[in-house]
């Protein structure tokens, strides 16, 4: 197995990264239950890293669901819906009008997912009163499995990994089949980009936040990578500012866009991928998140799962309910600090994208499981 490692990217280059887009946000803000995640400090982390600060925006109870990624999920279903219905965002402006004009359709949602953005979609699929059908990769546990299943949706389990999952959500699509993916490949590339711009929702609100706390911006922002749809967004919101260090994390078992970066394009790594870090687990970038993603970070980093593990349970030790996934952006920090140079003058930002979606797991690792962890988040 290959070791952790640190790669100083070739290709940055910050200017070239994209802007953020505000158009998500008004509609998420008409969803049920919308309200910002906490950005919250973790002494113990600040510490362990010998950095003056570090803040944690904290995803792991968003519009009812244990991930960031019904934020995307949201947004990129709503935009496949209005251009299958060939409407614009001013005609159907939001989720109920969606609903009400899709009344008595037979459509059906589709995704490939690794967890979290099946359940998203799924969701979407129940609010919306349509049908879904979400692929999962052999090796998911039940409970994520459960997941899906509890927001209504049929699951069909690949035979393989995650990028077979992708192949068979794409053989599927046509036209009352809708494929929802937050990857892009060759001749699919507006709904991932949808997905992107829907993260920019949560990058609004950080911005805010340090802001309203009065705190300067970040020196260093860790974004974990499955594909990079959420890299991406994350440097197109801080890859601008001066002297910020942008470090991407993969788990060692799914460095794609690390051995992307060292090929100097993108690749496939062999698979499956079978990293704790269910939702990093993919072997081939989004060739739409690559772009941002090649030029805004300046290193990348890959980790264990025990490094992920050491992780989640800092973060535990400061009330923050963090998944493998969710943990490894701190994970690259805690497991490569002295090679990133992080010292007393940084102030750090990381994003903990999920909360314990692996319940058994969070527990086998963290210990006694906080209560907000005993019943998976659910509205
Ligand atoms: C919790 C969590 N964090 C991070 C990611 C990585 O996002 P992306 O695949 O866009 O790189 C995922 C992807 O599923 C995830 O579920």
């Known amino acids: 197995m290959r070791e952790p490692r640190v790669v100083s990217n070739p290709l940055v280059a910050p200017s070239q990264v994209g802007p953020l887009t505000a158009d998500p946000t008004a509609f998420h803000r008409t969803l049920p239950g919308y309200e910002p995640t906490p950005l919250v400090e973790s002494p113990q982390s600040a510490r362990r890293l010998g950095v003056a600060a570090v803040h944690v925006k904290d995803e792991s109870a968003r519009l009812g669901m244990p991930s960031f990624k019904v934020l995307g999920a ?8 209005l251009r299958h219905l060939g409407s614009s965002p001013e005609e ?5 009008a ?6 008595g359709s037979n459509l059906r949602l589709c995704a490939a997912t690794d ?19 979400i692929l999962v990769p052999a090796d998911m546990v039940d409970e994520r499995i459960a997941a899906i299943r509890s927001e209504g949706a049929d699951v069909e ?3 393989g990994g995650y990028d077979d999952a992708i192949a068979r959500s794409a053989a599927l699509a046509s036209d009352d089949t809708l494929v929802v993916s937050d990857t892009s490949w060759d001749g699919y590339v507006d709904p991932p980009m949808w997905v992107i711009d829907g993260y920019s929702t949560m990058i609004a609100e950080i911005r805010d936040q340090y802001r309203d706390k009065g705190l300067s911006a970040p020196t260093v922002v860790a974004a974990q990578i499955g594909v990079g749809a959420f890299a991406a967004a994350v440097a ?11 470090v991407g994390v993969e788990p060692t078992q799914a460095d794609c866009v690390t051995a992307s970066i060292e090929a100097g394009g993108v690749l496939t790594i062999p698979g499956p991928q079978l990293s704790m870090m269910a939702g990093l687990n993919c072997g081939t970038p989004s060739i739409i998140a690559w772009p941002d993603v090649s030029s805004g970070y300046q290193t990348f980093v890959t980790i264990s799962d025990e490094q992920a593990a050491d992780a989640m349970r800092l973060l535990a030790a400061d009330g923050v309910v963090s998944g ?10 805690l497991a490569h600090a002295d090679a990133l140079g992080l010292g007393p003058s940084d102030s750090v930002l990381v994003i903990s994208t999920e909360g314990a979606t692996d319940v058994a797991n969070y527990r086998t690792i963290v210990g006694a499981a906080p209560a907000a962890v005993t019943a998976p988040a659910k509205g």
């Open 115 to 133: 967890g979290n953005h099946g359940r998203a979609v799924a969701r979407m699929a129940q609010l919306l009163g349509l049908r879904a059908i």
């Open 236 to 246: 197109r919101g801080f890859a601008e500012h001066d002297g910020v260090h942008l």
């Open 324 to 333: 493998e996934s969710g943990a490894a952006g701190l994970g690259g920090l």
């Open 92 to 96: 159907i402006p939001t989720l109920d």
């Open 74 to 81: 949201s947004w990129a279903t709503y935009r496949v819906l």
């Open 98 to 103: 969606l609903a009400t004009r899709l009344a």
């Open 157 to 159: 389990v690949v035979d």
